[in-house]
DNA sequence: GTGCAAAATGTAAGCGCTTACATTGATTTT
DNA sequence: AAAATCAATGTAAGCGCTTACATTTTGCAC
């Protein structure tokens, strides 16, 4: 069987006590101690059993996970963030609990913190876990959140593309934007930056009418169709979502247009396997799970809430 | 705070382990003390804590739940058996652990059961599981599968299909099957079925060429725009996934084809929100949920294997 | 009725982990 | 130099739950 705290304590010589501590991360333990106490964790291969009840005695052993509802897992990106913090919380003996839009309220009473995906302005998600108290973190836009957040910079990316694409030598930038009537603005942050940097140097962005979802490629490709007649005033394309990219590269290339000779195409996010080619801007989602999860850490401390912006990095490969 | 085991047998008057017992499903408490004990915890509101070790003492609370590379947790249907299994097995104080098919083998130590999601034939998940003598319960077709497996009934409902299409009068069954690489066979059974009944009925079946995808709206899109000039010569469409329909009656569409007066389009799944008015054949997700969850309890207890079909239904919209 | 196995329940000893409280030794204050 | 403080660790009492084992109840043959 798998080794316990008690087996780590024998071996390095502490008590089962300072070995919990150094793995909760309590301040009261030395540096060299924790040291030492993680380096005999990882020699005799130690994994936390049942779930522990880990910072507060009896509180539950569960981070709940909240899609919203349009997300509903369905974007490769929202699954791929769900794997990463289902990963990293393993190694801490936590579990996630997925919850969904409808049994949001019956669930806070059943997990010890919440992280919220796809946060709008005045979330009553954030509004339900304060009244009870629950520790929560954000991931996602809400200009308004006071408590503890995390985001990629939506908008340092997108200008990262209208400077890239002006440096190219690019002249007439397109920009489509994407549009849910349940979510809005979650990702609007991208276009809106994109469409001032466009306008700064000199690009003269125009926004396409927006796509009628945040993550289809076939609503990318129908959108891009249906302004056929307009795209060849243009020579770059910047899309939301890369899943939009796609589908508009598909479109523009089914249309006769070489991309991206007659027309470069960037889109956003970097989704493994799917992006490929793309021009895109990667955000690094396993450090956005991790920092969520430190969040969440503080978060049940009860230490002053914080905002994080992860930084982002544009990629360039064959559509632009 | 929540009441506990020790709250129910009180309020019940037992003690805590024929409560415990009643609700981990222990044969030996009788029906009528299971049926006053499951009340109680409902009057009470009880929730198990802990992510408590059930059935076997010290083994883990975490069942593992194992995506094909492909399903990647990227489609639609896999996100909401996700959910169906999360929300489900909360109820019973396990939790979900989702195992990438990168880090596979080393997650077996550290779940109790696994439930494996799109197994093929010798799927070597399942051997892995075997080895370890880990109790697995695999989602998917796999002929050669001797362990415990459920899967809805494919083959049925495809014949539905065709039944349907010959009953409303069409004569030309087109079919669009869809393939990749890695899934080789997980869904075709269903395109095989459709043809055979569609033989037998005289609505000379035809394949189309192959999607590359699974469950890419776009990409049945562009197989029907491709197939474009082959079309007119068929009144109805069997796709092997909504998404594809939802792709292939956009393309018919926009191609000028009257959906379904000149052709009639029907997909596989009935995936909520996304496959709105299309005709299709519907899946109980919650009950395969429900289902498998069963499955690894007797897996547990190392009962024999039963390989379950779960039945399907046709749901006929406005598509076909 | 008595006996006896099987069925149903209770008793209590854990499980691996957290944490209130006690202890130790080093550092500072007086 | 004794007293007071503090950082670092140990001690041990739980936490809610499971389960080996003991005990009671039941059904049924004689």
Redesign the pocket.
């Known amino acids: 069987?798998s080794p316990?705290?008690?087996d780590i304590a024998a071996a390095s010589?502490?008590?089962?006590?300072?070995v919990?501590?150094a793995?909760?991360g309590d301040a009261?333990?030395?540096p060299e101690?924790r040291a030492a106490v993680l380096k005999m964790c990882a020699k005799l291969g130690y994994k936390?059993?049942?779930g522990?009840?880990?910072?507060?005695?009896?509180a539950s052993a569960f981070v709940g996970l909240s899609l919203g509802r349009t997300d509903h897992a369905t974007a490769r990106y929202v699954s791929l963030l769900h794997q990463a913090l289902s990963q990293q919380l393993t190694e801490t003996?936590w579990a996630l609990r997925l919850v969904g839009s409808e049994d949001f309220t019956s669930s806070l009473s059943s997990v010890g913190a919440m992280i919220i995906i796809g946060t709008k302005n005045d979330d009553p998600r954030i509004q339900l876990c304060r009244e009870q108290g629950l520790p929560n973190v954000s991931i996602g836009h809400d200009s308004s959140n006071t408590g503890f957040s995390v985001v990629p910079d939506d908008g340092g990316g997108a200008r990262l593309v209208a400077r890239h694409f002006a440096r190219t030598g690019r002249k007439k930038m397109a920009i489509m934007p994407s549009w849910h009537p349940e979510d809005d603005g979650i990702v609007r942050v991208r276009a809106a930056a994109c469409l001032d940097e466009g306008k700064k140097l000199g690009l003269h962005p125009e926004l396409l009418g927006p796509v009628n979802s945040l993550t289809s490629t076939l609503d990318g490709y129908r959108s891009i169709n249906a302004a056929r007649n307009k795209i060849s005033g243009f020579d770059c394309l910047f899309c939301e979502t890369d899943e939009h990219a796609i589908g508009a590269r598909a479109a523009l290339v089914d249309s006769g247009f070489q991309v991206p000779r007659d027309i470069a195409v960037a889109g956003f996010d970097d989704l493994p396997d799917l992006s490929a080619d793309l021009t895109t801007v990667r955000q690094d989602i396993p450090r956005l799970a991790a920092t969520a999860l430190e969040l969440v850490s503080k978060a049940r401390r009860r230490e002053p809430p914080q905002q994080v912006v992860l930084p982002v990095e544009l990629v360039v490969r064959k559509s632009g």
């Open positions: 069987m316990t705290l008690a010589g502490y008590s089962t006590a300072t919990s501590r793995l909760r009261a333990v030395k101690t936390p059993s049942v522990g009840r880990i910072l507060v005695q009896g003996g």
